[in-house]
């Protein structure tokens, strides 16, 4: 192993020394461009400004940039977050991630609509068995309106065109009817008397059908279907006869005059009992199993005849609308009904009974009444146009209720025209249904049909002909996905799904700005103290450190931007955090360096070697923080993934800045300087100075006491916990919190609680909040009750002008609070495990004298002493204090939990390599070796981290105040496990097993 570490660094060596002056230059000169790109994304104003004053004095039209912001979140823009759980034990298990995407389709399109939400974020989950939607409606100001609107059932209704005026014709309207139906009668008699002698030329003088006026007046070939009169008339003469009288029809009068004739479809008339059984298509209510259809179908079969179809029908057939309609299919052409049925009721002869038929739907008896093919004319006209009373007073709505709707539809789906291949959607009714929707086809042939969910139109289909079964498809050129978003609506209207309102939380624009102000400052605050420690403690290598870091923010930034991370509280509190693993990295680097000229390397030989030293620190403690974040994500939680998503593109893009921004910098500026570089490098030596040794302390010479004491606080705090506990916020308890702020006067607690005892609201716990704001915990409110309290309380308080403002409301009901309490432990639970399987592979090559797993295992005590140390505190203080744990302190367990082993990882990570270099002969020395090697690196990797958190506990804000003190308690209990605990249990494991 040695061997392969000492050609891995000539490797390394190598490849420095063929890098170029010219090469580093210009990837000195790709970091510029890098830098400047992501300013331009992160402030595009300020570019576009550059922009404009190129074009102003050029005139060459360079295109503008997107001006766009950050996405923010509802606690930084103010706005609501909703989650309603659909309420789907009445609907098939197959059917219900349908039919819940449909109801989340319509909860959009209010929203959009109803509310004029322009960006609104409407998402289905499924936890377990429950389904839920979640809503958020950035800048919402009624969040009541929001839920009245939201909550309701979708409303799903057929409606055919409207042709009844809204109010009966005055005598003037009645006479112009009339006067213009009468001129038009007259036009069309002259019409007539001018065709006999020449039909085309009085096509031209007189028609007004604009789509046949200008080729003789050829409507082409009819069928009964779309122009019923005209084919009545055209049954009863031959071809190149004109109409000796007008045809009257509801557009007007028509001379006519037959041209041709052709055979047109072959329609079978039919009626049919249907027996499905279990497993078949449609079969909602299956009555038989395969078996026991096929013995009733059989059994059928012997009973029916011409005479006793229409009976055995009713009492037998399980199609819907069957005892209505007793079987009857009406008339259908090829291609309408499924290829095994059609086959045999066209072979059938008319009068006869078919022996059973085999379908997807089931098992059929086929009796076939009537076999023709209807004639088609071709027919030219000459139309004078009549009018109706619509035409004097049009209709205040162009459609009008049928009767039919949602409630009698069972089912759409997405179905295939087996013969074209066209994709389409099929509608099945129930017995009602099945009666209302053959009327309504029956009364429309050739008109619109429009279908309506909440009063929009979702589609608005053509009847072709009469549809009798029950069964129609909607077809018109839908690619997959619209047939299966149309399908969808249907279905939203025709399996109503009730949604209950289990968690809200809405945040006023007034505390969002003021949220995203104390961040910001908190941000820039922790960026300079970084950058401030940096220069001073690492002097030349710190200000390189600043120059990544400054990189690293602006590329974070512009990835946010581009990706469309939206921007939360937690994600700022992320970025923040970031900042500090950022500079963890360079630190592992910058005193790697220190060690590598203090044993009189030259400059640029101990600056190679110290990043390539560095790299399997870097790597192995930013995947453990990786780690974290992936359960962070699993957990779901709005607040954890907006943390989450940030810091792990804060612990990707730092690892990229760390290894590559600044090798290239420190590359370019290191050649500089002579090879021994000066003083403005942290460990130069004086050319007469010996080597300066490393520190010696002895800490595995204690370990015992070391070991002792960490395990007596672990006990001291294991007891404070099981005895006070944690007190639950309402994210884990269920209930509701109400912030309100007072313009002049707040009133007092004693108030406040008098207030709310006289509304009978028990156990409500009230606090004040900064210097003019009030907050107050209930039992689970709904909506109304809020809305309740809220009214009562401005009728109470809002005296002399003194206005009284919502900043926040959140509730949570029992099932979203019992569900996070499971997804947090089991969080907590697979982070820990990935760590220890993470190490155990990373430290694989190493596995004497110590086994690889144990080194994971020791990881995780001394981690647990640090999560036992974060909980007892906030155990403490909610005992004394009231402080509450909510989602924000798992989030900071589950952090410190990925993030705090980073240093017992580098402490590792140098007895892996002392052990490949010198052996195991004397374990416990070289753990010892180890410590002291990278006691520095601990204290400063920990102390850049806690700068910003300090930053972001003074200066954030109380929204995250107790998550900042979370955080910085766990990270500097890290640092002390790391070298207190870790490190002297690893030297006693091994000396256990030498014992025996």
Avoid at 82 to 90: F, M
Avoid at 325 to 354: N, Y
Avoid at 703 to 725: E, H
Wanted: charged share 20%; net charge neutral; glycine share 8%.
């Amino acid at each position: 192993m040695t061997i392969k570490l000492i050609m891995a660094n000539k490797y390394h060596q190598a490849v420095a020394k063929n890098l170029t002056r010219s090469t580093i230059r210009w990837r000195v000169a790709g970091v510029a461009i890098l830098l400047v790109a992501s300013l331009t994304v992160v402030l595009p104003n300020y570019a576009n400004s550059g922009i404009n004053w190129i074009n102003s004095k050029t005139n060459i039209g360079l295109p503008q940039l997107p001006a766009g912001g950050f996405n923010l979140g509802l606690d930084l823009q103010g706005g609501a977050h909703l989650i309603y759980e659909a309420k789907t034990d009445n609907i098939a298990a197959a059917d219900r991630a349908d039919s819940v995407e449909g109801v989340r389709d319509v909860i959009e399109r209010r929203v959009r609509g109803g509310l004029g939400v322009a960006e609104p974020l409407v998402q289905t989950t499924r936890v377990g068995e429950t389904y839920r939607v979640i809503v958020e409606l950035p800048g919402v100001k009624d969040v009541n309106q929001a839920i009245q609107m939201i909550g309701g059932t979708p409303v799903l209704e057929f409606k055919e065109e409207n042709n009844e005026p809204p109010r009966p014709l005055t005598a003037t309207e009645q006479k112009e009817l009339k006067d213009f139906n009468t001129a038009a009668k007259k036009k069309a008699n002259e019409a007539l008397v001018a065709a006999k002698t020449d039909f085309a030329g009085a096509v031209t003088k007189y028609t007004e059908d604009d789509r046949s006026k200008n080729n003789g007046g050829d409507i082409g070939f009819i069928d009964s279907r779309t122009f019923p009169e005209i084919f009545a008339w055209a049954k009863t003469v031959k071809d190149g006869e004109i109409g000796k009288n007008l045809v009257e029809s509801a557009e007007g009068y028509s001379v006519v005059k037959r041209v041709a004739e052709k055979d047109g479809e072959r329609y079978v008339s039919a009626s049919h009992i249907l027996i499905c059984f279990l497993g078949a298509e449609r079969c909602d209510n299956p009555q038989y199993t395969r078996d026991q259809a096929t013995a009733k179908i059989a059994e059928l079969k012997t009973k029916a005849t011409p005479q006793n179809f229409a009976q055995l029908a009713r009492e037998n057939s399980t199609e819907p609308g069957a005892a209505d309609r007793e079987g009857d299919l009406g008339k259908f052409k090829k291609g309408e009904m499924v290829p095994a049925f059609e086959a045999v009721a066209f072979d059938l002869p008319v009068g006869t009974i078919s022996e059973p038929v085999e379908t997807q739907f089931g098992f059929h008896l086929i009796y076939k009444t009537n076999d023709e093919t209807e004639k088609q004319y071709q027919v030219s006209r000459i139309l004078a146009r009549t009018k109706t009373e619509i035409d004097i007073v049009p209709p205040v709505s162009q459609w009008k209720p049928t009767g039919l709707s949602g409630k009698q539809l069972a089912r759409a789906e997405v179905t295939e025209d087996y013969q074209t291949g066209q994709v389409q959607v099929s509608l099945n009714f129930d017995d009602e249904g099945v009666k209302l929707f053959s009327e309504i086809t029956t009364r429309n042939v050739g008109k619109p049909v429009a279908i309506l969910l909440d009063g929009e139109e979702i589609s608005v289909p053509t009847v072709n002909e009469p549809i009798l079964s029950g069964s129609a498809v909607i077809s018109g050129g839908f690619t997959l996905m619209e047939a299966k978003l149309l399908a969808q609506r249907l279905n939203s209207g025709a399996l109503p799904v009730p949604v209950e309102l289990v968690s809200q939380q809405s945040v006023g624009a007034t505390l969002g700005f003021d949220s995203l102000n104390k961040s910001f400052k908190a941000g820039l605050i922790g960026l300079a103290v970084v950058i401030l420690f940096m220069i001073l403690y690492y002097r030349l290598s710190g200000i390189l450190a600043a120059l990544s870091l400054a990189v690293y923010a602006a590329l974070s930034l512009a990835i946010f931007k581009l990706v469309g991370v939206t921007l939360t509280l937690s994600g700022i509190a992320g970025f923040v955090l970031s900042i500090g693993m950022a500079v963890d990295a360079n630190v592992l680097v910058f005193e790697r360096l220190k060690e590598e000229l203090r044993l009189g390397k030259s400059l640029k030989s101990a600056m190679e070697e110290a990043f390539v030293r560095a790299w399997t620190s870097i790597r192995d403690s930013n995947i453990t923080g990786l780690i974290s974040c992936v359960f962070m994500v699993w957990m779901g939680v709005g607040f954890v993934q907006g943390f989450a998503v940030t810091l792990a593109i804060g612990i990707l893009v730092s690892m990229f800045s760390a290894v590559i921004i600044t090798r290239t910098l420190a590359r370019w500026i290191f050649s500089w300087f002579k090879e021994d570089g000066n003083w403005l490098f942290l460990g130069h030596l004086k050319k007469d100075a010996s080597a300066k040794s490393v520190t010696n302390i002895p800490f595995i010479k204690y370990s015992w006491i070391w070991v002792g004491f960490s395990g007596l606080v672990a006990l001291v705090c294991l007891a404070i916990t099981v005895m006070w506990g944690l007190k639950p916020g309402i994210d884990f308890a269920g209930g509701s919190l109400l912030e309100l702020n007072f313009t002049k006067n707040r009133p007092t607690l004693e108030q406040m609680r008098g207030a709310f005892d006289e509304l009978e609201l028990k156990n409500t716990i009230v606090q004040n909040a900064g210097e003019s704001g009030l907050i107050a915990r209930f039992n689970f409110l709904t909506e109304e009750q809020h809305q309740f309290i809220l009214k009562n309380l401005r009728e109470k308080f809002s005296a002399d002008g003194n206005e009284i403002r919502e900043e926040r409301f959140e509730t949570v009901g029992a099932s979203v609070s019992s569900q996070l309490r499971k997804r947090a432990l089991g969080a907590i639970i697979l982070v820990s495990l990935g760590i220890i399987f993470y190490i155990a592979y990373a430290f694989r090559k190493v596995s004497r004298p110590v086994a690889s797993w144990k080194y994971g295992a020791l990881a995780i005590v001394a981690l647990i002493h640090d999560l036992l140390l974060v909980i007892a505190v906030f155990a403490v203080l909610g005992k004394y204090f009231g402080t509450e744990v909510d989602v924000g302190f798992v989030v900071a367990l589950l952090t410190v939990l990925g993030y705090s082993v980073n240093d017992t990882i580098v402490v590792f990570d140098r007895v892996r390599e002392n052990l490949l270099r010198r052996g195991s002969d004397d374990f416990g020395a070289v753990v010892n070796f180890g410590l002291n090697q990278t006691l520095m690196r601990s204290i400063n990797t920990t102390l850049t981290t806690l700068l910003p958190l300090f930053a972001l506990y003074f200066a954030g804000g109380d929204t995250i105040h107790n998550f900042s003190l979370a955080l910085l308690i766990g990270i500097a209990s890290g640092a002390y496990s790391s070298i207190f605990i870790a490190s002297p249990l690893l030297a006693l494991v091994e000396k256990w097993q030498r014992r025996g």
